[in-house]
T-cell receptor, first 112, second 115 residues
Framework: QKEVEQNSGPLSVPEGAIASLNCTYS??????FFWYRQYSGKSPELIMS????GDKEDGRFTAQLNKASQYVSLLIRDSQPSDSATYLC????????????FGIGTKLQVIP | EPEVTQTPSHQVTQMGQEVILRCVPI?????FYWYRQILGQKVEFLVS????????KSEIFDDQFSVERPDGSNFTLKIRSTKLEDSAMYFC?????????????FGNGTRLTVT
């Protein structure tokens, strides 16, 4: 059973702070890693994807991948109240046909 | 930007009835998926579909479920005899072919309520 583990939170950070969200996965063969944001009652929205070890930055978001430790993280700089949502870590193999497995998600609350 | 569209947005049905959830994937995508999310729980994989056949399905996707791509644009999920525990948000998603780094693109979901 391929598992993706996240702390469900809530993670509370003050406005302007850095939010750090973490995820571990069990399948060493995983090749593709995604972070989705989900507002309550809405569908998952892609924020970042990462495929190789290291950091990938996009605006206020930085994804970090360490395949040896089977660990993925997402940093959100200058957190805003509008960032308050559930952040889903998702993992898949390399083929387009392969399913994407989601973690439970971490609920982030940004306090004004 | 192209998007995945799902209809209806909300479906209420009685236990034992059949429901069909509809999706129009992004036009140049060739891998299609159904996921569901029970309130407060994780997004769970149901089934993936490629080249007009199921490529993978989960334990949840039993004989009560079926998928079909009846034409070049629609992708449907049918639940033959709904149960109370089928109440959930159902998401359709699609993905490009041939790119290992292609993410899933989700529709807005259909909220299914079984009474």
């Amino acid at each position: 059973q391929k598992e993706v583990e996240q702390n469900s939170g809530p993670l509370s950070v003050p406005e302007g702070a850095i939010a750090s969200l973490n995820c571990t996965y069990s399948d060493r063969g995983s090749q593709s890693f995604f972070w989705y944001r989900q507002y309550s009652g809405k569908s998952p929205e892609l924020i970042m994807s990462i495929y190789s070890n290291g950091d990938k930055e996009d605006g206020r978001f930085t994804a970090q991948l360490n395949k040896a430790s089977q660990y993925v993280s997402l940093l959100i700089r200058d957190s805003q109240p509008s960032d308050s949502a559930t952040y889903l870590c998702a993992v898949s193999g390399s083929g387009g046909y392969q399913k994407v497995t989601f973690g439970i998600g971490t609920k982030l609350q940004v306090i004004p | 930007e192209p998007e995945v569209t799902q209809t209806p947005s909300h479906q209420v049905t009685q236990m034992g009835q059949e429901v069909i959830l509809r999706c129009v994937p992004i036009s140049n995508h060739l891998y299609f998926y159904w996921y569901r999310q029970i309130l407060g729980q994780k997004v769970e994989f149901l089934v993936s579909f490629y080249n007009n056949e199921i490529s993978e399905k989960s334990e949840i996707f039993d004989d009560q479920f079926s998928v079909e791509r009846p034409d070049g644009s629609n992708f449907t999920l049918k639940i033959r005899s709904t149960k109370l525990e089928d109440s959930a948000m159902y998401f359709c998603a699609s993905r490009k072919e041939g790119f290992y780094n292609s993410p899933l693109h989700f529709g807005n979901g259909t909220r299914l309520t079984v009474t």
